[in-house]
């Protein structure tokens, strides 16, 4: 395996060659024989996992209970919803055997669960008593896709999906509320990623769903990232389905409902985001190794201190790991744990041990400290935090920088054409107009921001009245 | 929702009928829209992340990483290692229509990963210093099934599946031998499931392996079930595809492989063994309740003081629940929990708590006890103990009482006439005599178990010479 970093192209010379080969030379990920598939390499998956671990624990604080649902979803099943049909049907895939028999029915794979989970909650919800009945999946999907970018685009990925049902809209929107809210936190405190929560336009909402909430984060080239979505489904499926309840007189009622999801994808936007010329730079939270250590030379003495500060630093909760490979020279490894975006690297040579000291570098912003070898266990997870909180306020920073105000499509085409990013403009809410800026500029709204204050103006293309200032920009 | 013991099958009078229902009453899971799928309901897919839960701790502490391999597998891919796709091709869903197309190459839904993995094993493996490579994934694989039996025999079923590759055959069998150890361990300590771990026969053995290590469990009627299973791959898929290292003096050699997989059948076989006429009986470890509160009446202080219990209960660690339905008598709400499994009640009344005590019921043998509430939670915990170790015994106990010698034909057959159960014979390990037994009286070799000794003496069917024992038994 090559970790020489100049083969790796400069990120800011050219991003999408800079994230594909990263993801494989850091063995994030690999490609899938299938078209459009991924492999998700064990030091990909470790990412994942630490997401999995910290967002099941807030699912599950919120009363919400894991299942699984089945892979296979009926066609007729599947259209039963009619706007739901009609956005996932160029998407799927198509199961037409079965135990080497043509099937008389065709099961599509799931791209999402709503229908097979609604038919069931239509048998499970009787009485108010069910309610509310909240249920979240860890599970793969399946939406056709015939070029691949890993992390970003795959025909296969993981997520989670919540699926709730309530006995009032009120219930319902604040479950909608709740679940946007905890994956901005989820962003902002483990994967370092600033974004803007917000409403979609009709246009841009999920298919069945009134009103859908997103988190949109800002990739470095200036194209914006649906980074998780929130969904109002309101009574739309459970009329579809037959999902009612008998209230506390006695009275049937339908029920209001919620789905939410939050995907790999994500990591594919923390890799864009952080990264630099040298490789990763993985958020300290969410990094599989959080502390490298390196002897400079396998000597006797100096892995056996290697092993205390491992052990000490185990103790301290900092996931730590040794790279003592004889035949990797000590240059050759600090080139593949900075390519890998370990937070800190802790050097140690016989000259540091003759201190009492260990070498330590930040791989967020290259800084170097000598730190006593008593004081390496309570200071490196002081410097972990650090290391986490600036690399948000530098993310921060990129993201307002690179969101700006358009008062007339001209300013509008020019910010698009100049430099990209958000661009903050009213819009009159006629999805005629923002058919036409997609069609002559590709950018797209993004959401309308959930703190924007109402404004008297006018739309930045059609000039009618316009109250608020909708975000746009290009996107994933 | 109808908790009525009385609509519940006697389990020894009608022991398929009695599961059935008890899987659905119990809300432990349903039946999937799609024939032989089923759904993992909240509480049944809880004792799945509880074993996954110990389970994952155990391979990770193994050296194993965790990854994620696609869900589809190309035909060609499948069909490299001959005994391997004549195994599973029955067995096939396959994807044939991918984004409103149909597809060049027809995508079987993998129904193991051994293909799909090693394919991307040869790419990753060069040297010596990359081995071993383990890898593990938690997913959800295919078998066509046209009829479902509840987390038993269902077309897609919940698993893990390693898959190691190592330098020399001496270190893969160390591995298989360790995995089978391994899930013999989960099995007796948190299932409090007693089997028998052995050597599968050449016709039992997986498509593909040299050698398949077994844990098999009898179940209440006397059939026995495999429930998990260790593979010595050889070098077999090496050469296939074409998996070489260089070792420490530069010659090329193929690597040995071992899979090894655990499903979400382990949890149908809890089901069978441990439940009685008055539904589950989850074994305390998996228990995703294990002490529900029941205040008899929902007066302000009983339900003050069943949150209190709750809490304290929480700090040792016990996973407590209180149930309060003001609209389900006392009567109603224990038949509920008794029929859910939960291994301890604590039932709590005004005169209770004036005397300072609660009244204890054990699910497993219905013991009644009065403990003081400062008491309860150091009691309690201990007495969690206690039931996983009886119902553990109770188990061996019926294990051993079915598993009986034959030295005869007609021994044989009069066993599995009356009694069924395991029946320990020797056999000449002639295919031949296997297939005749299996034609005959539908009983097939479980397993050689490992600590069998040598014996001088007679096949049980054709009376040439044989030297072991083998566990024979009709199988789920």
Redesign the interface.
């Given at each position: 395996?090559a970790f020489a970093k100049k083969d790796l192209p400069k990120k800011s010379e050219n991003l999408s060659d800079w994230y594909n080969r990263i993801v494989l030379q850091a063995e994030l990920a690999?490609y899938?024989?299938?078209k459009g598939?991924?492999?998700?390499?064990?030091y990909g998956?470790?990412i994942?996992?630490l997401v999995q671990r910290e967002m099941d624990k807030l699912i599950k604080e919120r009363g919400v209970?894991?299942?699984?649902?089945?892979?296979?979803?009926?066609e007729s099943?599947l259209k039963k919803e009619e706007s739901h049909i009609e956005g996932f049907?160029?998407?799927?895939?198509?199961?037409?055997?079965?135990?080497?028999e043509k099937l008389g029915e065709?099961?599509a794979?799931r791209p999402t669960s709503e229908t097979?989970m609604y038919?069931?909650y239509s048998?499970w919800i009787?009485s108010w008593?069910d309610l509310p009945l909240m249920?979240n999946q860890w599970?793969?999907v399946?939406r056709?896709?015939?070029r691949t970018y890993l992390f970003l685009r795959t025909?296969?990925f993981?997520w989670q999906e919540g699926h709730t049902a309530h006995a009032t809209h009120e219930e319902a929107s604040a479950m909608v509320r709740w679940a946007i809210d905890m994956y901005a936190k989820v962003y902002r405190e483990l994967f370092a990623l600033p974004g803007y929560v917000g409403r979609k336009s009709d246009a841009e909402r999920f298919a069945g769903a009134d009103l859908t909430m997103s988190y949109e984060t800002l990739m470095p080239e200036g194209k914006a990232l649906q980074s998780a979505t929130a969904h109002d489904l309101g009574q739309n499926f459970a009329k579809t389905f037959n999902i009612e309840f008998k209230d506390n007189k006695g009275a049937s009622q339908h029920v209001w409902q919620t789905s939410w999801g939050f995907s790999t994808r994500s990591i594919g936007g923390l890799i864009m985001t952080h990264g630099d010329d040298s490789g990763l730079r993985i958020p300290p939270r969410l990094a599989p190794v959080q502390a490298v250590i390196l002897p400079v030379k396998s000597d006797e003495a100096v892995l056996k201190a290697a092993r205390e500060i491992e052990a000490a630093f185990a103790k301290n909760g900092i996931r730590a790991k040794i790279d003592a490979?004889d035949?990797e020279t000590i240059g050759f490894r600090i080139n593949k744990w900075e390519l890998r975006g370990v937070p800190v690297r802790v050097e140690l040579g016989a000259k540091e041990l003759e201190k009492g000291t260990v070498t330590v570098v930040r791989r967020d912003n290259g800084e170097k400290l000598s730190i006593t070898l008593a004081d390496a266990p309570t200071k490196i997870a002081a410097l972990l935090e650090d290391i986490q909180r600036a690399m948000y306020e530098q993310a921060e920073i990129f993201l307002h920088e690179n969101t700006r105000k358009a008062d007339s499509y001209d300013e509008f085409k020019k910010i698009l054409a100049e430099k990209h990013g958000f661009i903050a403009a009213l819009w009159c809410e006629d999805p005629e107009c923002e058919r036409k800026i997609k069609e002559e500029t590709k950018a797209t709204t993004r959401c309308l921001p959930l703190d924007s204050k109402e404004e008297k103006g006018k739309c930045v293309y059609c000039g009618k009245s316009a109250k608020h200032r909708w975000l746009f920009a290009q996107a994933y």
């Open positions: 395996m690999d899938g024989p299938a598939t991924m492999i998700y390499r064990p998956y470790a994942w996992e209970e894991n299942a699984y649902f089945p892979l296979f979803i009926p099943l049907a160029p998407e799927l895939a198509v199961v037409t055997i079965g135990g080497g065709r099961l794979v097979i038919e069931a048998r009787q008593r249920i599970n793969n399946v056709w896709e015939k025909t296969e993981l490979s035949n």
